[in-house]
Every structure is written in structure tokens, then in C-alpha cells.
């Protein structure tokens, strides 16, 4: 059995994305890989399903386990052995010719094993071993799904012009962006690719070269430190509002809001798209074929999702590496995004279409690697922290306080503090940021995902409601 890769120390995984520019004659050949991944996929997931099936209905005749049909492996390994053996009767067409010839075999290999992967992560999580949400069994993939596809051996190579990729069977493909970053790397042997990975994403072929990358975290010369410790308060209304343990705010940003802004033109995409002569027809609920004016106007909201994206990703890459780049140590919330968006119903989907809008979950993760990639310490609170709730100024924590109250006044006579409800957090999670670092770098280091300090006035954590809340404060 070969051994798992582990990345050297001083290396990182990265990857690389650019966008393809495929030829006419090329483009069928990306379409006949992403489909033959997703047959090698459907074809092994129904012989598992049918082995299951199988092993069911024997075990409800009363027959012995020892004495069922024998379960199927799951493995990579025994699934794309599997498939070997049956693609010369499944893949062929309708006059007998095979046909799985024509793309590269590292198409159905990667297929198979995200099917295993599927697969034991279902297992794991029916039994207890695996830690989160319940998986669910992997289900088939249709036409509409994300066409995808990867290539782990074979050539895979970024041409030297800095404007060409070569992927195995595909061949030389131009790319709308500069290659050279990655380019570099490979010439220098500071960077190696891994895995090749194509998809249709954003109305246009996308390849992402998964590399192992020679990085030493360090932050670039040209970029001073504003602070050396912050905390950082994340919402809705005010994406981020960064201050310092004394008080002093030195960052803020404003929600971008970029789907609220195409909103309107999306909902004119959408009423002009409810007159045409669509796929669906609601007289006979039955399907038809589209009008060109029908599928021009889905190409236009298309276009308006992949503008809305790219903006939003554009946005985020520049937040968190200023962020990573100008702070030494970052004190943040522990915030469950899926979980602030499970509840509320139809009363609150105006919020939670504000909380997807706003990007915090990819904040998150994207803060999280860039602190490690610029030399900086992410520390977060625990998730029941009320950094929101907490006067900043004698420590009091309030009860109740509610999403509309957008001034925090504190409820202790001797104090009465009043200041911006996210300046406010932000204080208090730089405090909290500080005292953790420091018991952190006296104790030789510690996990950056740490548990904060009780408030100096102690008491129950609670949403806005009164209620206990483990989803943490955006506000």
C-alpha cells in the first residue's frame, strides 16, 4: 500500500486557478472527460446501491449474514478495478463501439475515488467516527451537475510563453490570464504539481493546479504594521470593524452588498424570462423546448450570478490580506454561519440573505491560511464569548441586547459607557486576543482556536431573545 503524502515542513498547499480559453474543437473534449467522469461515478454508485439492495432484501428472507452475497469493497482501489472490468460492456454505444477510450483514463480513476471518498464518509458518519453534520449516501450526478473533472499523472505542464496550459488527451490549451506566478515557481523548484483539476464554473472552463508550494511565512517589506494586536467584529452592515485594546479603531469596512445591488436587475431578468416560452410548460406540466429569446435571458442572469461572485471573491482576497498583512494578532469571533442561517423562517430570510451576501463563512476561512501564510496569529474566541454584550469599559454584560440596537449603552449606573455596538466587540476581542497571545508565547505556544477569558462581570450568554444561542455574535 503506498504512503500518504504529507507536505515537507516549509511547504504549503496552494492552488492556482485560471480560466480556459478552449478552441471549438476542444471544448467537446473537455465535455466527453466531464462526462465520462460522471458515468464512471453513476456506474459504480449503482453497483454499490444494487450490492446494498441486495444484501437487504436477503437479510429480510432470513437468511444468516455469513451467508449473504459478499459486500462490496468501497475502496479506491477495488472501485476503479471494478470499473475496469465493466466499461467494455457499459461504455460503448448504441452500434457496439467503445468508447472510453477517447479521454484519459485518470478521469474515471479520480471519479472512483471521490465515489470512496463519498462513501466512507457516509460510513464514518453513520457510525460515529466522523465529527460535524450527518453525511448523507452519495447520490448520482446528473446532466446539470458541476461538470468536473482531474488529472493526477500525466503531462501536466504551464508552458513557457506564460499563456498555455498542456493537460493529458485535452492537449495545449490557452488561458486568459498569465501564468507566470506559478510559472516562476515550477522553474525555481519551489513549487509542484499535485493534481489538475477542470470544471465549468462561472459560465467558462476553469483548471486549478493543486501544487505544493515552498512558502516561509513572512509579511511582504513593502507592508508596515498598523497594530500589533486588533480585535475584528464581522456583520452584516459594517462587514469589518477592526480597534485596538485601547479603544483606538483603525479599520473599518462597509458591506459591499453585492447581490443586493444586482438584485433589481435580476428580478427584471426574471419577469421578462416568466413571459417567454420556456423549458417548463405549466398548461401540460410537461417539458418542451426552449425559445432563443428564453435562453438569452438565462444567459443574461447567469452572467449577473458570476458578475455578483466575482465581485464578492474579488472583495474578500483584499480584505482578509490586508487584514493578514497589517495586524500581528488577530482576535476574532467563533461564528457558525450554517447554523445563523437555519432558523427563523420566512421572517428572516431578509437577514440571511444579508449574511450570504456579506461572505463571513469564506472571511473566515480565508483569514485563517493567510495569517499563516503572512507571519501573523489568528485567536479565536469561543464560540459562547459575548464579545457584543460586554462593556468595554467596566466589563458589565448585558442580558439582552438586540440586532436593532446598533448603540451599545451600558447598564451599570457607575459607568454608563455609550459607543458603537461593533466598536465595542472589536475592543473586546482585542483584549481578549492580547491576554490569550500572551499566556500562549509564556506557556510555549498553544492552539490559535482558544477558549476566551470569563468577562469580569460573569453571566449566561444569550441571543437577543433571551434564549441561549451557540451560533455566536455577528452583528
Same mark, same amino acid.
Given at each position: 500500500?503506498?504512503?500518504?503524502?504529507? @507536505?515537507?515542513?516549509?511547504?504549503?498547499?496552494?492552488?492556482?486557478?485560471?480560466?480556459?480559453?478552449?478552441?471549438?474543437?476542444?471544448?467537446?473534449?473537455?465535455?466527453?472527460?466531464?462526462?465520462?467522469?460522471?458515468?464512471?461515478?453513476?456506474?459504480?454508485?449503482?453497483?454499490?446501491?444494487?450490492n446494498l439492495s441486495q444484501r437487504d432484501a436477503?437479510?429480510?428472507?432470513?437468511?444468516?449474514?455469513?451467508?449473504?452475497?459478499?459486500?462490496?469493497?468501497?475502496?479506491?482501489?477495488?472501485?476503479?478495478?471494478?470499473?475496469?472490468?465493466?466499461?467494455?460492456?457499459?461504455?460503448?454505444?448504441?452500434?457496439?463501439?467503445?468508447?472510453?477510450?477517447?479521454?484519459?483514463?485518470?478521469?474515471?480513476?479520480?471519479?472512483?475515488q471521490n465515489l470512496a471518498a463519498g462513501l466512507?464518509?457516509?460510513?464514518?458518519?453513520?457510525?460515529?467516527?466522523?465529527?460535524?453534520?450527518?453525511?448523507?449516501?452519495?447520490?448520482?450526478?446528473?446532466?446539470?451537475?458541476?461538470?468536473?473533472?482531474?488529472?493526477?499523472?500525466?503531462?501536466?505542464?504551464?508552458?513557457?510563453?506564460?499563456?498555455?496550459?498542456?493537460?493529458?488527451?485535452?492537449?495545449?490549451?490557452?488561458?486568459?490570464?498569465?501564468?507566470?506566478?506559478?510559472?516562476?515557481?515550477?522553474?525555481?523548484?519551489?513549487?509542484?504539481?499535485?493534481?489538475?483539476?477542470?470544471?465549468?464554473?462561472?459560465?467558462?472552463?476553469?483548471?486549478?493546479?493543486?501544487?505544493?508550494?515552498?512558502?516561509?511565512?513572512?509579511?511582504?517589506?513593502?507592508?508596515?504594521?498598523?497594530?500589533?494586536? @486588533?480585535?475584528?467584529?464581522?456583520?452584516?452592515?459594517?462587514? @469589518?470593524?477592526?480597534?485596538?485594546?485601547?479603544?483606538?479603531?483603525?479599520?473599518?469596512?462597509?458591506?459591499?452588498?453585492?447581490?443586493?445591488?444586482?438584485?433589481?436587475?435580476?428580478?427584471?431578468?426574471?419577469?421578462?424570462?416568466?413571459?417567454?416560452?420556456?423549458?417548463?410548460?405549466?398548461?401540460?406540466?410537461?417539458?418542451?423546448?426552449?425559445?432563443?429569446?428564453?435562453?438569452?435571458?438565462?444567459?443574461?442572469?447567469?452572467?449577473?450570478?458570476?458578475?455578483?461572485?466575482?465581485?464578492?471573491?474579488?472583495?474578500?482576497?483584499?480584505?482578509?490580506?490586508?487584514?493578514?498583512?497589517?495586524?500581528?494578532?488577530?482576535?476574532?469571533?467563533?461564528?457558525?454561519?450554517?447554523?445563523?442561517?437555519?432558523?427563523?423562517?420566512?421572517?428572516?430570510?431578509?437577514?440571511?440573505?444579508?449574511?450570504?451576501?456579506?461572505?463571513?463563512?469564506?472571511?473566515?476561512?480565508?483569514?485563517?491560511?493567510?495569517?499563516?501564510?503572512?507571519?501573523?496569529?489568528?485567536?479565536?474566541?469561543?464560540?459562547?464569548?459575548?464579545?457584543?454584550?460586554?462593556?468595554?469599559?467596566?466589563?458589565?454584560?448585558?442580558?439582552?441586547?438586540?440586532?436593532?440596537?446598533?448603540?451599545?449603552?451600558?447598564?451599570?449606573?457607575?459607568?454608563?459607557?455609550?459607543?458603537?455596538?461593533?466598536?465595542?466587540?472589536?475592543?473586546?476581542?482585542?483584549?481578549?486576543?492580547?491576554?490569550?497571545?500572551?499566556?500562549?508565547?509564556?506557556?510555549?505556544?498553544?492552539?490559535?482556536?482558544?477558549?476566551?477569558?470569563?468577562?469580569?462581570?460573569?453571566?449566561?450568554?444569550?441571543?437577543?431573545?433571551?434564549?441561549?444561542?451557540?451560533?455566536?455574535?455577528?452583528?
Open positions: 500500500m503506498a504512503e500518504k503524502f504529507t @507536505v515537507p515542513d516549509g511547504w504549503v498547499v496552494q492552488a492556482y486557478q485560471y480560466a480556459l480559453d478552449p478552441t471549438p474543437a476542444q471544448s467537446p473534449v473537455l465535455e466527453s472527460h466531464a462526462g465520462g467522469a460522471r458515468f464512471a461515478y453513476n456506474t459504480m454508485l449503482a453497483a454499490v446501491t444494487a436477503e437479510r429480510s428472507y432470513g437468511i444468516a449474514t455469513e451467508d449473504l452475497t459478499p459486500r462490496m469493497s468501497w475502496s479506491f482501489q477495488s472501485l476503479r478495478n471494478d470499473f475496469n472490468h465493466r466499461k467494455h460492456q457499459v461504455a460503448v454505444r448504441e452500434d457496439g463501439t467503445p468508447w472510453w477510450g477517447e479521454n484519459s483514463k485518470e478521469v474515471y480513476a479520480n471519479a472512483c466512507k464518509n457516509w460510513d464514518d458518519s453513520r457510525t460515529g467516527r466522523r465529527q460535524g453534520p450527518r453525511v448523507g449516501f452519495p447520490s448520482f450526478k446528473s446532466k446539470r451537475s458541476t461538470k468536473k473533472f482531474a488529472f493526477t499523472t500525466g503531462t501536466i505542464r504551464v508552458e513557457a510563453d506564460r499563456h498555455h496550459v498542456t493537460l493529458p488527451r485535452v492537449g495545449t490549451v490557452r488561458v486568459h490570464e498569465s501564468t507566470r506566478k506559478l510559472a516562476r515557481r515550477l522553474e525555481h523548484a519551489t513549487a509542484r504539481v499535485l493534481k489538475a483539476t477542470v470544471r465549468f464554473a462561472r459560465g467558462r472552463w476553469l483548471v486549478s493546479f493543486t501544487c505544493v508550494v515552498q512558502r516561509a511565512p513572512q509579511r511582504p517589506a513593502h507592508v508596515k504594521r498598523v497594530a500589533s494586536v @486588533v480585535g475584528v467584529d464581522v456583520g452584516v452592515n459594517d462587514l @469589518v470593524v477592526a480597534a485596538t485594546p485601547e479603544g483606538r479603531e483603525v479599520l473599518r469596512v462597509r458591506a459591499s452588498r453585492e447581490f443586493a445591488h444586482a438584485s433589481a436587475k435580476l428580478r427584471a431578468l426574471a419577469r421578462k424570462a416568466a413571459r417567454q416560452h420556456g423549458r417548463w410548460d405549466t398548461a401540460t406540466k410537461t417539458r418542451r423546448e426552449p425559445s432563443a429569446g428564453w435562453l438569452r435571458t438565462q444567459q443574461a442572469i447567469a452572467k449577473q450570478h458570476v458578475r455578483v461572485g466575482n465581485l464578492r471573491r474579488d472583495r474578500l482576497h483584499k480584505l482578509t490580506t490586508e487584514l493578514a498583512q497589517s495586524f500581528e494578532v488577530i482576535g476574532t469571533e467563533t461564528l457558525a454561519v450554517k447554523n445563523m442561517m437555519a432558523a427563523g423562517g420566512t421572517g428572516k430570510k431578509g437577514l440571511n440573505r444579508s449574511i450570504a451576501d456579506a461572505g463571513l463563512g469564506e472571511l473566515s476561512r480565508q483569514l485563517d491560511y493567510k495569517t499563516r501564510w503572512y507571519k501573523s496569529v489568528r485567536v479565536q474566541a469561543d464560540r459562547w464569548y459575548p464579545s457584543s454584550k460586554t462593556c468595554s469599559g467596566c466589563g458589565c454584560v448585558k442580558t439582552k441586547l438586540s440586532l436593532a440596537e446598533r448603540l451599545y449603552v451600558c447598564d451599570n449606573n457607575d459607568c454608563g459607557l455609550q459607543i458603537d455596538r461593533d466598536l465595542n466587540a472589536a475592543i473586546n476581542l482585542a483584549r481578549m486576543a492580547r491576554a490569550e497571545h500572551s499566556a500562549c508565547f509564556d506557556t510555549g505556544g498553544a492552539d490559535r482556536k482558544t477558549t476566551a477569558p470569563a468577562a469580569p462581570v460573569a453571566a449566561k450568554p444569550e441571543s437577543s431573545n433571551g434564549s441561549a444561542s451557540p451560533q455566536g455574535e455577528a452583528a
